[in-house]
């Protein structure tokens, strides 16, 4: 039997990443890069890349999917199926972490917040709320502020939230958050306590 492989698109309003997966959803690649509003051209290269880098599983892609702000307009010139943002993130966290109430996804240029609730004849049902308004709580504002904490992005994955060291940071504007974030390094409080604080400060939101 011949081995398939699935390849995930996501077009971001800032990024384009992509994770090409076997049938067992192993990942064999990923690739993760910001497209300086050039989606296509980006998306064309990062796959030219993985033709290179991985011939033979690329040449046995079965299925492509593809979400984000600026997938619907890709979509069909790469025969890729178009799937909703919250649509892919439900999916995602049904499948790796069933047990989960909540999730907050963070984009480029807005928020998400989705919640799963069980109903009493056991079935999920989800309800999500947006931030598209305004830039606090965004992508954009964190990567900021991890940029003014002097950390990389790579490091603020590996953070364990931590509630007994929270900051005031003001979630309602990013301006204000930023400048709050600047006030708390001057003053030396620790990078992983200001990225808590950030986060907390952006869910309570």
Do not use: W
């Not at 996501?10 to 993760?32: H, P, Q, W």
């Not at 991985?54 to 890709?74: F, L, M």
């Amino acid at each position: 039997m011949t081995e398939k492989y699935a390849l995930g698109i996501d077009i971001g309003s800032t990024t384009v990443k992509y994770v090409l997966c076997d049938e067992d959803f192993n990942i064999i690649a990923k690739e993760y890069t910001a497209h300086d509003t050039k989606q296509a051209e980006t998306l064309l290269r990062l796959l030219e890349t993985l033709a290179t880098t991985h011939p033979e599983a690329y040449n046995k892609i079965d299925k492509v999917y593809i979400t984000g702000s600026g997938a619907s307009r890709i979509a069909p010139t790469i025969n890729a199926r178009f799937v909703q943002e919250v649509n892919a993130v439900v999916l995602a966290v049904e499948y790796y972490h069933p047990d989960v109430n909540a999730v907050v996804e963070l984009g480029g240029q807005d928020a998400k917040i989705i919640h799963f609730k069980e109903g009493e004849d056991g079935k999920k049902t989800v309800s999500t709320s947006m931030n598209d308004k305004c830039a606090s709580g965004t992508g954009a504002t964190i990567e900021k502020c991890t940029m003014k904490v002097g950390m990389e992005s790579s490091d603020v994955q590996k953070l364990t939230f931590e509630t007994d060291k929270l900051h005031h940071v003001a979630a309602k504007c990013g301006v204000f958050a930023e400048t709050d974030i600047v006030n708390l390094v001057k003053t030396s409080v620790p990078s992983n306590e200001i990225m808590n604080s950030l986060a907390d400060a952006i869910v309570m939101q």
